[in-house]
């Protein structure tokens, strides 16, 4: 099995240790090789246990399983697309293409670390860990990994930041910075409907009750 650290002399004579998966680096505080070779072997030590354990339950994860040893997370991101029908697919399958999944796309499940989800939280936006999160538990759902990359009640809480519409002030800007016509007729609809981007420019002529002048 890999050792989880690795040791280091610097120029300096201090010695240091590197954790292999994070690549972060600690002093150790000391010139003395024997000292810091011990404290290196207690660092293995303590990590080597649990990562004992794990690789026990994905070996036996990997006999009820064939794909299990290869499954990345491109692969989660495609099955999900399946469960998926017309524009939610679409918005799914776009979310997927952004840049932070570009962090796990090629990256196994059984070798997912959290410091590899919380790369991608932290150059990420809101968007991005709503659908990360729903990524990891359809991933957990299906048993496609042996336990929660990040905890539950560890995940990065999500502060949705309060929406509202334009002021007349703004929408004023936005018409005098536009030239094409039909965005500015576009913009100007926008503002005395009210309705969403997405909602008015799928609108219809068949939407609006000419007799009544009412849209819906």
């Known amino acids: ?6 040791l280091f002399q610097r120029n300096n004579g201090i010695f240091f240790i590197e954790d292999r998966v994070t690549r972060k680096q600690e002093s150790l505080r000391t010139k003395l090789k ?7 072997n207690a660092r293995n030590e303590a990590h080597q246990q649990p990562a004992i354990n794990l690789q026990i339950a994905r070996a036996y994860l990997m006999v009820s399983d064939p794909h299990a040893a290869t499954r990345t997370w491109q692969h989660v991101m495609t099955e999900m697309a399946k469960t998926k029908k017309g524009a939610t697919r679409a918005r799914w399958e776009r979310a997927m293409r952004e840049k932070p999944f570009d962090f796990i796309r090629d990256t196994k499940l059984i070798e997912t670390q959290s410091e590899h989800f919380l790369r991608i939280l932290s150059i990420g936006t809101i968007s991005t860990n709503v659908f ?7 991933a957990f759902g299906m048993d496609w990994i042996v336990k929660a990359i990040i905890p539950k009640t560890q995940w990065p809480k999500i502060d949705i930041r309060e929406k509202r519409g334009v002021t007349l002030q703004e929408h004023r800007r936005i018409l005098a910075g536009e030239r094409n016509a039909e965005w500015r007729a576009y913009y100007n609809v926008l503002w005395h409907v009210g309705g969403s981007q997405s909602d008015i420019a799928n609108l219809c002529a068949e939407d609006v009750n000419w007799d009544d002048n009412v849209i819906s």
């Open 132 to 138: 990360l999160r729903r990524l990891h538990n359809f």
């Open 1 to 6: 099995m890999k050792l989880r650290y690795r």
């Open 34 to 40: 024997e000292a810091a070779r011990r404290i290196f």
